[in-house]
């Protein structure tokens, strides 16, 4: 069973940035479809697959940025240009068939991360 794990959330000013790890603790590590959730509700903010398709929410277009190493087992979420209302959990996920990736929602993704704060301050 792969395990999960973020890093890297904080604390920072509106127009920050902040970057989050999300790194695999078991092998084999090459799910179809990563993602990165926030809450509440969860709601995918980007995604990737297998083939290296990435998807970004509307708003987060622009400013976030996924991406994977596959070596180092790990999903990153760049963050710039953070606003207020960017304050949430984050998770990542991971979910066995890439179609999930299209329109990701939560309850198709099995195996998911303790989650990371991030607080934007205005």
């Known amino acids: 069973q792969v395990q999960l794990m973020e890093s890297g959330g904080g604390s920072v000013e509106a127009g920050g940035s902040l970057n989050l790890s999300c790194i695999a603790t078991?092998?084999?590590?090459?799910?179809?479809?990563m993602a990165w959730f926030r809450h509440v509700p969860r709601e995918a903010v980007a995604s990737i697959d297998n083939?290296?398709?990435?998807a970004y929410a509307d708003a987060v277009k622009g400013r976030f940025s996924i991406s994977k190493d596959t070596a180092k087992k790990t999903l990153y979420l760049q963050m710039t240009s953070l606003k207020p209302e960017d304050s949430a959990m984050y998770y990542c996920?991971?979910?066995?068939?890439?179609?999930?990736?299209?329109?990701?929602?939560?309850?198709?993704?099995?195996?998911w991360g303790q989650g990371t704060q991030v607080t934007v301050s205005s």
């Open positions: 078991e092998y084999p590590y090459d799910s179809a479809c």
């Open positions: 996920a991971a979910a066995d068939d890439r179609v999930y990736c299209r329109h990701p929602q939560s309850y198709d993704f099995g195996r």
């Open positions: 083939s290296g398709t990435i």
